[in-house]
């Protein structure tokens, strides 16, 4: 077979896809008689399959990436002027389009300093674990190195991530673990156990993360490791007093706070990043998906100049941070970044996706109004989750199979929703909606028409 001139007959690209391609998160078996799904095409929210179908993203690339939306000639044209020119140096030195972006990204963070490239969300916050484990070492006596991680969050893909994971799916069958990290509980207040709500709520379910320190031992622990908004896990959006208190408890017990904004982050949920929205000053803040919108591989973990100066000690030969990451020498990431940043800036998306969201929420409201099946609507920006139960006194949720069936049906109409991971037995019931941040009125009536037809046909 002459592999070099690829035909891209679409029965020819189908079918190498279902020889050769092992798709992420995916049952295989249905593809022996269903055709994969190939993607060739996307401008602004709207992508073509293979066979030509147009659809409405509402999932920024299935896992909430595409920020700016697809199409965009700028960052393409950026990327390609930048690798004809230097594609990549990694190791000790630095690049332009590197130091550019840290320059940019500083200044939306006040407080942080330093920035540190990788590739992808878990390797992102892999840094920031092996950080925290090497001040440990070197200004505790290695007994500071606990992590603690929260229930139903998710932080990444690989080993020592999947430590520090909240959800059974992502979780089961992928031991042993990494020791040293500690679950904290989840902060979900439709599904309070006593019946406390708003800012009680939230004093229970921080003062439960000052319990689980003052079991393990405050001088164990390092730092404490939370998505802004518990994204895959439910769309959790902590209530009023959370956030205060969670930043109250690691000053106390001299805790680093290392906030995840993998999902959260550049402009998701109307701010620059998600613990903007709730005043709280973190340590160290990893990011990835939106940084470069999908245009390029990036992910950035970023740390306060404190954190930062712990690893500078020319006295000691192993005090510096001996980590690297190859890729993190790529100079289409920064590239890419930049570009995207200024489109975000200059076409005033984040507050698009405050305005915006505040609609998507409304019609998500409207729809609950209609089908007793949504028990309870979050999000925050463009970012938001419908739960769907079977009642909504004893909130037992709707099947998985219907959830998918729902979505699946959305997908028949030319509209793609995602749904959450299953974060505890039985819990992947919430529907999903993350679309790119340029997403017009128009746009979102048309996801929330189709959702609207979907739940009547699945669920009546
Ligand atoms: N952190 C959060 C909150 C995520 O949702 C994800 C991925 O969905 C990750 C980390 C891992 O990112 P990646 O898949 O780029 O490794």
Known sequence: MDTLSFSNDPEHVVEADRAHVWHHLSQHKPYETVDPRIIVEGKGLRVWDIKGKEHIDAVSGGVWTVNVGYGRERIGKAIADQVTKMCFFGG?????????FSEMLIDKMPGLDRVYY????????????????QISHKHHGGKKHKILYRERDYHGTTIATLSAGGQEERN????????????????????????SVGEEY??????????VILAEGADTIGSLCLEPITAGG????????????????????DILLHIDEVVCGVGRTGTWFGYQQFGVQPD????????????????????????????????????????ISTFGGCTAGPAAAIENMKIIEEEGLLANSTAMGVHLKDNLHGLMEKHRWIGDVRGMGLFAGAELVTDRQTKEPVDEKQVAAIVADCMAQGIVIGATNRSLPGFNNTLLFA???IATKDDLDQVTDAVDQAITRVLG
């Not at 939230?202 to 319990?211: G, H, L, V």
Request: aromatic share 10%; net charge neutral.
């Open 435 to 437: 679309p790119a941040l």
């Open 118 to 133: 990788a590739n992808s969300g878990s390797e992102a916050n892999e840094k920031a674990f092996k950080m925290v484990r």
């Open 234 to 253: 439910g769309i959790i959006v902590p209530p009023k007093g959370y956030w205060d208190r969670v930043q109250e408890i690691c000053k106390k017990y």
């Open 284 to 323: 160290i803040v990893t990011m990835a998906k939106g940084v470069a919108s999908g245009y390029a591989a990036i992910s950035c973990c970023v740390t306060t100049n404190a954190v930062f100066e712990m690893f500078k000690d020319d006295t000691d030969r192993m005090s510096y941070f001996r980590d």
């Open 172 to 195: 089961a069958q992928y031991g042993p673990f990494t020791p040293g990290f500690v679950a904290v509980p989840h902060c979900l207040e439709y599904r309070s156990q006593d019946g």
């Open 202 to 211: 939230a004093e229970k379910a921080a003062q439960a993360i000052e319990d």
């Open 92 to 100: 000790t030195m630095g690049t332009i389009p590197g130091a550019q």
